[in-house]
């Protein structure tokens, strides 16, 4: 089982940049494809964007297209969220996961926070 710590959230003005991170606990974290999910407040959790096990092979929600950059370092066990051109409606709870597809498949750590005025 990998254990997930999310960080790196913030407030930020609109057309901001921030970066997330994901640290994950063992050995096992280069076998798994991990996604990262936000959930807006009275809104459910939604997928934002997916990296393969091996950092080959990319996807992402459409409204975050151009914008996020999904990377990951298997050698720090870490995967990475690069926020650009941050809007107010992409304020939320931002949380990784590990994932089949689109499809959170593990336990959820407790999110970091990111907040974008207007």
């Known amino acids: 089982q990998v254990q997930l710590v999310e960080s790196g959230g913030g407030l930020v003005q609109a057309g901001g940049s921030l970066r997330l991170s994901c640290a994950a606990s063992g050995r096992t974290f280069s076998s798994y494809a991990m996604g990262w999910f936000r959930q807006a407040p009275g809104k459910e959790r939604e997928f934002v964007a997916a990296?393969?096990?091996?950092?080959?092979?990319?996807s992402y929600t459409d409204s975050v297209k151009g914008r996020f950059t999904i990377s990951r370092d298997n050698a720090k066990n870490t995967v990475y969220l690069q926020m650009n051109n941050l809007k107010p409606e992409d304020t939320a709870v931002y949380y990784c996961?590990?994932?089949?597809?689109?499809?959170?498949?593990?336990?959820w750590g407790q999110g970091t926070q990111v907040t974008v005025s207007s």
């Open positions: 990296i393969s096990a091996r950092g080959g092979s990319t």
């Open positions: 996961n590990t994932v089949a597809g689109r499809f959170p498949i593990g336990s």
